[in-house]
């Protein structure tokens, strides 16, 4: 059996800043007042179905908890995966359900870092995401270098500067499925610095060229990129995702 690790915006979902030409019959998950937020063409839709029956199908995400389960996947796309990633490995949803025995072990494996406390009392004004890590409005000067010292680190995109311990990562947790599942084979697709991690950490692994982790000049031998762009992007990757699916 394959395991599946694919982040969602941005990768297989997109806003309509990054979606590109929008295709007729586009599905439109989620919405910020009238403007689509997170958008997948019906090709992508239906390969994300093949997934979720022929492979163990992990969306591997930094949304929390609540953004994620915003997309609702089971109604709009019928498609339930038992295993999710949020808040970029710090939550494990098994059934919908937050597994507490990863959580302990997240709370263990960052618990040499500098505590929540410290950081946000240097963040100020900031949002915490799942008792997880921190999203800011803006990365002041000496930030990153400040998080570097007490093991976090700092991700900065437009309006959005994630501040995350160093030992909270997508692959992590991810390894943690594989290891529950006892797949032997994983695939993996992302698009940001947050994602390379995982893509290093899989077998095979699909970047889209119009992503920040691309755009930043990472490259894996095993790691394919797409040719399209936004939403075309999309379909690409969950298409080399089925292709890459073996026989069961």
């Not at 915006?9 to 919405?31: M, N, Y």
């Not at 796309?77 to 059934?95: E, H, K, Q, T």
Request: hydrophobic content about 45%; glycine content about 8%.
């Amino acid at each position: 059996m394959i395991l599946v690790a694919a982040d969602l915006d941005r990768t297989l979902v997109h806003s309509a800043r990054a979606a590109g030409p929008v295709p007729e019959g586009t599905l439109c998950l989620e919405r910020r007042g009238d403007v689509p937020t997170a958008m997948l063409t019906r090709r992508t839709a239906a390969d994300l179905a093949a997934l979720d029956h022929r492979a163990v199908w992990v969306p591997a995400t930094t949304r929390s908890v609540a953004e994620y389960e915003r997309l609702d996947l089971p109604r709009r796309l019928g498609v339930a995966p038992r295993f999710a990633v949020c808040a970029n490995g710090g939550v494990l949803l098994v059934d919908g359900v937050r597994d507490p025995a990863w959580s302990s072990e997240v709370s263990r494996r960052l618990a040499s870092a500098a505590s929540q406390a410290e950081v946000a009392r240097r963040l100020g004004a900031a949002r915490e995401v799942d008792g997880c890590f921190f999203l800011a409005r803006e990365a002041e000067e000496g930030l990153a270098a400040w998080c570097a010292e007490r093991g976090w680190r700092v991700d900065a995109y437009r309006d959005k500067v994630h501040v995350l311990p160093a030992a909270l990562t997508k692959s992590a947790a991810v390894a943690e499925v594989r290891r529950r599942t006892g797949t032997t084979h994983l695939l993996a697709a992302g698009d940001s610095p947050l994602d390379a991690d995982l893509l290093a950490a899989a077998d095979a692994g699909i970047q889209p060229v119009d992503g920040r982790l691309y755009a930043s000049g990472w490259r894996a031998d095993h790691v394919a990129v797409t040719s399209g762009r936004g939403l075309a992007a999309g379909e690409e990757i969950a298409a080399w995702l089925v292709r890459g699916l073996r026989p069961t």
